[in-house]
């Protein structure tokens, strides 16, 4: 009888964070000879994150994302070997971001001719200091930029404070897609938890239209995901 079955965590170990590569001579040796030949000794001029595999996540891999200049490079471990995926910035039309508990993932839509490609970033949320600059990045932004920075000057609607408190504070992403939040929709839907038939929990959307894009916010218990629809490239706001 195995006593342990069951009883192993798999929360990650700080050995499976993702973390920054800060020189050449650090990137894992199936990235190596990939992400020299894309960066052509710039390496200074791009910022490369590489996030090991977690061994008690079911399905999971490692992979690398550098990006600058307006290039992205995406390489990821597979047992047939390394998939390389490339493209500039001006090709992403969507993004998505997932958080759950310590679970999160960034979801990259971009479009290559006529043809879509996703790519998935899974990750430890508390790292998010390594994927919210790629995510400001990718829409436009510097990668310091603060969403909060925009508030003072142009603030939120004070309904949707009274609608939802917690769709309020998480709506702050949207001013990665502009300054402009004037108008919004919100729906909440209460719902029964499954394991506790006699409670109900509170189901939220809300959608703000910005001047770069749609800005979408879905929450549901200790899910919060975000999606940035890219409409257009126009200027970004100060």
């Known amino acids: 009888m195995n006593l342990w079955k ?22 894992p040796r199936c990235f190596v000879d990939q992400a020299l030949e894309w ?22 891999f490692s992979y690398l994302f550098g990006y600058g200049r307006d290039e992205v490079l995406f390489l990821k471990e597979t047992a047939s070997g390394v ?12 993004i998505k971001t997932v958080k759950e508990l310590s679970r999160a993932e960034m979801e990259i839509t971009f479009q290559d001719q006529e043809t879509m490609h996703t790519l998935f970033l899974p990750y430890v949320a508390s790292v998010y200091y390594l994927f919210d600059p790629f995510l400001n990045w990718l829409l436009g932004q510097k990668k310091d930029f603060s969403p909060m920075s925009k508030e003072a000057d142009f603030p939120r609607p004070e ?16 001013y990665r897609l502009g300054c402009q939040f004037e108008d919004y929709s919100y729906s909440s839907k209460p719902r029964h938890i499954k394991w506790m038939p006699w409670k109900k ?26 999606v940035y629809l890219l409409s257009q490239k126009g200027e ?3």
Request: aromatic share 14%.
């Open 6 to 27: 069951g009883l192993i965590s798999a929360s990650p170990t700080m050995a499976e964070w993702p973390v920054r590569i800060w020189e050449p001579e650090d990137f």
């Open 39 to 60: 960066m052509q000794d710039s390496f200074k001029k791009y910022d490369f994150v590489y996030s090991p595999v977690r061994y008690m996540v079911k399905g999971s």
């Open 83 to 94: 998939k390389q995926a490339t493209f500039q910035r001006e090709q992403v039309i969507q």
């Open 159 to 174: 309904t949707l404070r009274h609608e939802s408190l917690a769709a309020y504070n998480y709506s702050l992403g949207a």
């Open 201 to 226: 929990e509170v189901e939220e959307w809300l959608e703000a239209p910005m001047e770069r894009g749609v800005f979408k916010l879905h929450l549901w218990q200790y899910l919060t995901e975000c």
């Open 236 to 238: 970004v706001c100060v």
